[in-house]
């Protein structure tokens, strides 16, 4: 089977396609991520309200 050069800027657009997607398909994910950043105090806190709540 011969390249041509069409089948190379075809798979260069495929190529540059999927790269772009997996790049910037999942920044939802990392914003949500982002934002449940939790700190010790706030950790500390949390499990004092749940055990002062079990009794």
Request: with cysteine.
């Amino acid at each position: 089977m011969k390249v041509t050069k069409k089948m190379k800027a075809l798979l260069a657009g495929v190529l540059l396609l999927v790269l772009s997607f997996c790049l910037l398909g999942n920044t939802g994910a990392i914003g949500a991520a982002a934002e449940e950043e939790f700190t010790l105090d706030a950790v500390a806190e949390e499990c004092a309200e749940m055990t002062a709540n079990a009794d």
